[in-house]
């Protein structure tokens, strides 16, 4: 075989391989799916938060927290740093404020991504985790939140080698935390392009504290979202791109073990917990492939998905909320407080909505 035949074996085995995973990716981002629109009654859009508000928690007392601003994967974004605002859900006005913080914390390189607030029960101070990716690198921030100010106290930065691409995390101390790491290289070319197309399960879970750092959980497409059960035995990851989520036991050294997985039909991001029903609220995304292309004329719809009774023998999977992009594009998390539905977006606008 001379070298032409042979170079032109091997482009067509590579166009081959390429399409393979093209195709792979387009069924995994559900390509093919049609967006619908199911609403729900008096449904506002909140100020401030026009640039995206990727994760959103609340405290007990109705007050929620929204990371806003995220800087992430070529989504749009604007040039200005990341801000945290808090909504109070109890006020009829609806408006969130930003939260002031420090002079001492970089607030220029700010770029936050999943959230967690921790209540210390010796004190019932609030401490608020922050995923950040300054310069695209991972990071951790811990704050105090200081209600009478409406600021946020920067206590310390927080990285380790085995927190290299966390997407989410949820605080189970006032400096330990359980983690997602979405990606395995930390190179933007490598987990933007080349990771995204061979689609392995080589995301984990890791677990952090001051005298010990873990993986704890692994073999996930893309471990994105993470909450804990309202009784703390109980650990819920979401694999965006196995459209499921996870059910994991927690051991008393912190290990973490696989009980059950839910499947929920879409990409599954952000997952909040409600604090009384144990119900998960799931931010999802229903066609993944619209939102990697991101065409203005062509908008990724929104998607939030209630999970009833996760640990029965048949968990209720409810779609609550659809729309086809819109009114809301690329949602990545939901909460509720007191019959009102909190929606948030990677790059897009936040709503409120009243829950039927």
Same mark, same amino acid.
């Given at each position: 075989?001379?070298?032409?035949?042979?170079?032109?074996?091997?482009?067509?085995?590579?166009?081959?391989?390429?399409?393979?995973?093209?195709?792979?990716?387009?069924?995994?981002?559900?390509?093919?799916?049609?967006?619908?629109?199911? *609403?729900?009654?008096?449904?506002?859009?909140?100020?401030?938060?026009?640039?995206?508000?990727?994760?959103?928690?609340?405290?007990?007392?109705?007050?929620?927290?929204?990371?806003?601003?995220?800087?992430?994967?070529?989504?749009?974004?604007?040039?200005?740093?990341?801000?945290?605002?808090?909504?109070?859900?109890?006020?009829?006005?609806?408006?969130?404020?930003?939260?002031?913080?420090?002079?001492?914390?970089?607030?220029?390189?700010?770029?936050? *991504?999943?959230?967690?607030?921790?209540?210390?029960?010796?004190?019932?101070?609030?401490?608020?985790? @922050?995923?950040?990716?300054?310069?695209?690198?991972?990071?951790?921030?811990?704050?105090?939140?200081?209600?009478?100010?409406?600021?946020?106290?920067?206590?310390?930065?927080?990285?380790?080698?085995?927190?290299?691409? @966390?997407?989410?995390?949820?605080?189970?101390?006032?400096?330990?935390?359980?983690?997602?790491?979405?990606?395995?290289?930390?190179?933007?070319?490598?987990?933007?392009?080349?990771?995204?197309?061979?689609?392995?399960?080589?995301?984990?879970?890791?677990?952090?504290?001051?005298?010990?750092?873990?993986?704890?959980?692994?073999?996930?497409?893309?471990?994105?979202?993470?909450?804990?059960?309202?009784?703390?035995? *109980?650990?819920?990851?979401?694999?965006?791109?196995?459209?499921?989520? *996870? @059910?994991?036991?927690?051991?008393?050294?912190?290990?973490?073990?696989?009980?059950?997985?839910?499947?929920?039909?879409?990409?599954?991001?952000?997952?909040?917990?409600?604090?009384?029903?144990?119900?998960?609220?799931?931010?999802?995304?229903?066609?993944?492939?619209?939102?990697?292309?991101?065409?203005?004329?062509?908008?990724?719809?929104?998607?939030?998905?209630?999970?009833?009774?996760?640990?029965?023998?048949?968990?209720?999977?409810?779609?609550?909320?659809?729309?086809?992009?819109?009114?809301?594009?690329?949602?990545?998390?939901?909460?509720?407080?007191?019959?009102?539905?909190?929606?948030?977006?990677?790059?897009?606008?936040?709503?409120?909505?009243?829950?039927?």
């Amino acid at each position: 075989m001379g070298k032409l035949g042979f170079v032109s074996i091997l482009v067509a085995v590579l166009a081959v391989l390429f399409g393979e995973r093209i195709y792979s990716l387009r069924k995994r981002a559900l390509a093919t799916r049609e967006l619908v629109k199911n *609403h729900l009654p008096n449904c506002v859009l909140l100020e401030n938060l026009e640039h995206g508000s990727e994760d959103i928690t609340i405290l007990g007392d109705g007050l929620a927290f929204i990371s806003t601003d995220l800087k992430f994967l070529g989504f749009p974004a604007t040039d200005k740093p990341g801000k945290i605002f808090v909504l109070d859900l109890k006020d009829s006005r609806m408006k969130p404020k930003e939260l002031r913080m420090q002079r001492n914390f970089d607030i220029e390189t700010f770029n936050p *991504h999943g959230i967690s607030l921790y209540t210390d029960p010796s004190d019932d101070a609030v401490y608020l985790f @922050v995923v950040n990716h300054p310069h695209h690198k991972s990071q951790i921030e811990v704050f105090k939140f200081v209600k009478e100010e409406l600021s946020l106290v920067h206590l310390k930065t927080i990285k380790h080698e085995l927190l290299y691409s @966390v997407n989410d995390l949820v605080a189970v101390g006032v400096d330990s935390f359980y983690a997602t790491n979405d990606h395995y290289f930390e190179n933007q070319f490598l987990k933007s392009y080349v990771e995204m197309l061979l689609c392995q399960p080589w995301g984990n879970v890791v677990y952090y504290s001051p005298t010990e750092v873990k993986e704890v959980s692994q073999g996930y497409y893309f471990a994105n979202g993470i909450n804990i059960s309202p009784d703390k035995r *109980h650990i819920y990851v979401a694999d965006l791109f196995d459209h499921n989520v *996870h @059910v994991l036991e927690r051991k008393e050294d912190n290990a973490l073990t696989r009980v059950k997985t839910v499947a929920v039909g879409s990409l599954v991001d952000n997952i909040e917990v409600d604090p009384e029903t144990g119900d998960l609220w799931v931010g999802c995304h229903p066609n993944g492939w619209k939102a990697l292309l991101f065409d203005p004329n062509d908008p990724a719809g929104s998607e939030i998905v209630r999970i009833q009774n996760i640990h029965s023998d048949k968990p209720q999977v409810t779609r609550v909320y659809e729309d086809d992009g819109h009114v809301l594009i690329g949602s990545s998390v939901a909460a509720t407080y007191g019959g009102k539905l909190l929606i948030g977006t990677v790059f897009h606008k936040a709503l409120v909505c009243d829950l039927k």
